[in-house]
């Protein structure tokens, strides 16, 4: 991972590695967190749906706490103002176990699927044109949705339905789903980091946070 967010320019050349993971908040404006926390283990497959089921509410309240400790550290307490800009989910899968029902991907009704259960879609699946999309966010707004059911399929990109439940404001905080850095997911490299180029110019389109602490930035209507 470290080394596509050193090329894309999403980290600086200074970080090293996950040793420096504190550091990047202040000198990217990035962060990090994982849908198990304390749970070892860098390949998905290794985890049934069952599992990942069981981490969804931890990481929903993780994500709750984080907004309402950045609220009243930063913005007057307005936890609209202290969420995130943007989340990005490295891979599928993890964000395809959010949603509390799945739907079986197209591409895979005629294969053998070899890392889970057939009705789990994977990273070569994300290529089906039904959720998520590489525009930046930069074409006429589509409308968030919120439900229980998972797409169909999921592409790389901002994402437009979002599971039930889903902690953080649509509005301001946008979701989106990068292909997996590990080498295991089968693509070329270009297909690989591609989107992790689209994501860091949407973040350097982005700015800086401009919060002032203490004050909310959120506009009255």
């Known amino acids: 991972m470290w080394r596509i967010l050193r090329e894309t320019g999403i980290a600086p050349e200074t970080v090293r590695g996950a040793q420096d993971d504190r550091l990047m908040p202040a000198l990217a404006g990035v962060g990090f967190a994982d849908v198990g926390s304390g749970i070892s283990g860098t390949r998905s497959a290794a985890f049934s749906s069952a599992t990942l089921a069981t981490w969804r509410l931890p990481f929903f309240l993780r994500l709750e706490a984080h907004v309402s400790a950045a609220a009243a550290a930063c913005t007057g307490g307005c936890a609209s103002c202290a969420a995130p800009r943007l989340v990005a989910f490295s891979g599928v899968r993890h964000f395809r176990e959010l949603f509390p029902e799945k739907a079986r991907c197209p591409a895979l009704r005629a294969a053998a699927h070899k890392d889970g259960p057939p009705n789990q879609c994977d990273e070569e699946a994300s290529s089906c044109p039904e959720n998520g999309g590489l525009d930046g966010g930069a074409t006429a707004p589509r409308r968030i949705r919120l439900t229980p059911r998972c797409p169909a399929t999921i592409r790389p990109g901002r994402q437009w339905v979002l599971p039930a439940g889903w902690p953080l404001p649509p509005a301001r905080c946008e979701v989106w789903v990068m292909p997996s850095t590990s080498g295991a997911a089968a693509m070329t490299r270009e ?20 919060a002032v602490p203490g004050a909310c930035a959120c506009v009255s209507t």
């Open 191 to 210: 297909e690989r980091v591609s989107p992790w180029r689209t994501l860091a110019a949407r973040l350097q389109a982005e700015g800086p946070c401009a």
